[in-house]
């Protein structure tokens, strides 16, 4: 079955930098659309990035300029680049695959 791995979350302080990876256990990797969705307590889980298979990419309004999401095929990994990371990132990130394979989840936490 798909495996999703989420790596790189932390404890980082207002404007600092983390890189979230993602490891997919499958051989169609490089025709997914991949994301990453991220749910903060009390709120909905939302779409943070994606990235289809042709790298096109789309950003939610909070994270635009801030983050980039990236995908390297030959290792079957997408990436989230987070800068001037704020107290309202805090979430655990999950990662998705082609809508419908989800990861465990990996918290960060922005202090103030």
């Known amino acids: 079955q798909v495996q999703l791995v989420e790596s790189g979350g932390g404890l980082v302080q207002l404007g600092g930098s983390l890189r979230l990876s993602c490891v997919a256990s499958?051989?169609?990797?490089?025709?997914?659309?991949m994301s990453w969705y991220r749910q903060a307590p009390g709120k909905q889980r939302e779409l943070v990035a994606s990235?289809?298979?042709?790298?096109?990419?789309n950003y939610a309004d909070s994270v635009k300029g801030r983050f980039t999401i990236s995908r390297d095929n030959a290792k079957a990994t997408v990436y989230l680049q987070m800068n001037s990371l704020k107290p309202d990132d805090t979430a655990v990130y999950y990662c998705?695959?082609?809508?419908?394979?989800w990861g465990q989840g990996t918290q960060v936490t922005v202090s103030a």
């Open positions: 499958v051989g169609f990797f490089s025709l997914a659309t």
């Open positions: 998705n695959l082609g809508g419908g394979a």
């Open positions: 990235i289809t298979p042709s790298r096109v990419t």
